[in-house]
């Protein structure tokens, strides 16, 4: 019986991904490294922030021998929460779908939790789940490890095995299965493709949900 459903945020609140996306590969192609979008999409989505840059600072080291700048976390930032503020929106239909939600809900994102605020509140989703949003800095280890699901859980006091996460990455679904949840994977979000859909799938998604108005049909039956 599922009695809390858990959120990933970005890429499924909240259409920032894309932005996320369209930055970083901007940022680092200036400085010499080059992605293809694809491989970037299925190797980081889902990553913690640490996680990210420690991955590449090791690709900086590797393909250009020197470390990624100094500066350039802080730029990068700086860069996307500038187009954040000025661009970000709902992922289509999550307010109408949440609000129409019972039990308990919470958002476990791989964002810290200061930066899950403002994305929040820009998408005007934030007391929809206040105070319930975790973010990575409040666990020892992020996704794909089960820590941060796990804590929202204990938050709301209901049983890992009646929670269902839904989840745009790789490294949500591995770790919503490690946490001993069911698992969706969500596709609704404006920088999924169908080999993002494949990839959800064999992590061990249960079903893939392609948009709000799936979602809340899927939600009445539980």
């Known amino acids: 019986m599922v009695e809390a459903v858990l959120f990933d945020c970005d890429g499924v ?4 991904e894309i932005l996320a996306v369209e930055v970083e590969t901007q940022m680092l192609a200036e400085i010499g490294l080059h992605y293809d979008i694809q491989d970037f999409k299925a190797r980081f989505m889902g990553m913690s ?20 700048p100094q500066s350039f976390e802080a730029l990068c930032r700086e860069r996307l929460y500038r187009e954040v503020q000025a661009r970000l929106t709902e992922v289509e239909g999550a307010a109408k779908a949440i609000a129409g939600l019972d039990g308990g809900k919470a958002v476990a994102s791989s964002s810290r939790t200061d930066k899950l605020r403002i994305k929040l509140e820009r998408a005007r989703l934030w ?13 020892t280890h992020a996704k794909p490890a089960p820590d941060l699901f796990l804590y929202a859980a204990k938050a709301l006091g209901v049983r890992p095995e009646n929670c ?8 949500g679904v591995r770790a919503a299965i490690a946490a001993g949840m069911r698992v969706w994977g969500f596709t609704g979000g404006s920088h999924m493709d169908e080999p993002a859909r494949d990839r959800l799938i064999a992590a061990g998604a249960e079903r893939i949900v392609p948009s709000w108005s799936d979602a809340s049909a899927l939600f009445s039956s539980l």
Request: charge should be negative.
């Open 13 to 16: 609140l909240v259409d920032s």
């Open 49 to 68: 922030d640490a996680a990210f840059f420690a991955a590449l600072d090791s690709d900086s080291r590797t393909q250009l021998g020197r470390p990624l």
């Open 164 to 171: 269902l996460v839904i989840e745009d990455s790789v490294n």
């Open 127 to 139: 007391h929809l789940f206040d105070p319930h949003v975790y973010g990575a800095d409040q666990v």
